[in-house]
């Protein structure tokens, strides 16, 4: 059995033979590639019900990679499940801000400016769709390294080290293998569903300290009132509240719908962070009123003034006047000089 499951494991983690694995962090967990990997969009639903906690992500990655591995951390055991993309277009769709448009005249062009007993236990493996999945548990990061590089993944040592703080409490490694069906990571990810039970809920964050460029999320979270976030990045910007508000089953949010059994409250959370500065995970708590709120964006719109410059003008009046004038003198004077009828 321990020969058949090793099997299983290294075709879970197995990577493109001769290729090296190069890393990159998304604002949840951590990706090992075959090829150069950037987050360019992560969006990920949290859902809070009793003690379950559900986490449905979506990953946007600029990369041409042919194969990767996901890690993320998780406090307790998993199900692991494919959910439907479409969920993220309702999401969107409903909390997109409202828009203003102000028009600027311009002159010219314009234009806008360690642990007790080492050690990596396999505690689940489940194959869905495009995916293979292992939970791993273990006592320090050092071991789980080890199993992961036994299993021809190179995991970068900041990575690995990133890893320890969650063993140490405790947590499982979710090992995501990832084979896109389009031949490459360009296109995105079919969307992945992490379920698990915890008493503080929260969303892992700690790994992407180990990034090289700055995090894109779009967080939203589900539950019976409105949210609050704590920031991961405590010398940095906090993530923007962008919209809040009740949602109910409805025919024009089918994939929504379908998870909701009646009223509760979505809040939307936008933010970019920088790796250097995460030092903690999100967690969330409930918001002091359930206000709701819908961002407001601004858009300036900058349009060429259909008169000429200033100066022109100015020059283009005075002739005017001046013509005008002309004109006047000589009518009186043609009156003046005309012959008086008899």
């Known amino acids: 059995m321990a020969i058949r499951m090793a099997a299983v494991l290294a075709l879970v983690l197995a990577m493109v033979v001769g290729n090296p694995a190069l ?8 990706f090992v590639a075959n090829d150069k990997l950037d987050a360019v969009q992560e969006t990920a639903l949290v859902e809070l ?45 409903i909390s997109r801000p409202d828009v203003e448009v102000r028009r600027v005249t311009v002159d010219g062009e314009g234009g806008a400016p360690p642990g007790s007993a080492p050690g990596a236990t396999v505690v689940d493996h489940v194959e869905i769709g495009p995916y293979e999945v292992a939970q791993l548990a273990g006592s320090d990061a050092t071991a789980v390294t080890q199993w992961l590089g036994d299993n021809d993944f190179t995991l970068p040592t900041a990575l690995g ?44 964050m700690r790994l992407s300290a180990t990034a090289e460029r700055r995090q894109p999320l779009r967080l939203y979270v589900l539950a019976d009132h409105r949210t609050d976030v704590s920031n991961p990045a405590p010398e940095g ?35 970019e962070l920088s790796p250097e500065l995460i030092t903690d995970d999100i967690r969330f708590t409930r918001s002091a ?32 006047l001046a013509a005008g004038a002309v004109v006047i003198v000589r009518r009186r004077s043609a ?6 009828k008899p």
């Open 237 to 271: 910007a906090a993530p923007e509240l962008t919209f809040a508000g009740e949602v109910r089953p409805d025919p024009q949010y089918p994939t929504l719908s379908a998870a909701l059994t009646g009223p509760r409250f979505l809040t939307r959370y936008d933010a």
């Open 289 to 320: 009123t359930d206000e709701p709120h819908r961002e407001l964006v601004i858009v300036t719109e900058y349009v060429r003034s259909p008169w000429p410059d200033p100066a022109v003008l100015l020059i283009l009046t005075a002739l005017a």
């Open 23 to 30: 890393s990159g962090a998304c604002a949840c967990g951590a």
């Open 335 to 340: 009156k003046r000089d005309a012959p008086t």
């Open 49 to 93: 019900t009793g003690r379950t906690e559900s986490i449905t992500l979506a990953v946007q990655a600029r990369s041409e990679a042919t194969q990767a591995a996901f890690l993320m951390p998780v406090p307790a055991r998993a199900r692991f499940e494919m959910a439907d993309g479409e969920l993220f277009a309702e999401l969107d769709r």
């Open 161 to 204: 080290g990133a890893l320890a703080p969650y063993l140490a409490e405790g947590w499982l490694v979710v090992a995501v293998r990832l084979a896109p069906t389009s031949g490459s990571l360009a296109s995105g990810l079919p969307p992945m569903r992490l379920t698990f039970e915890t008493d503080t809920p929260v969303y892992p």
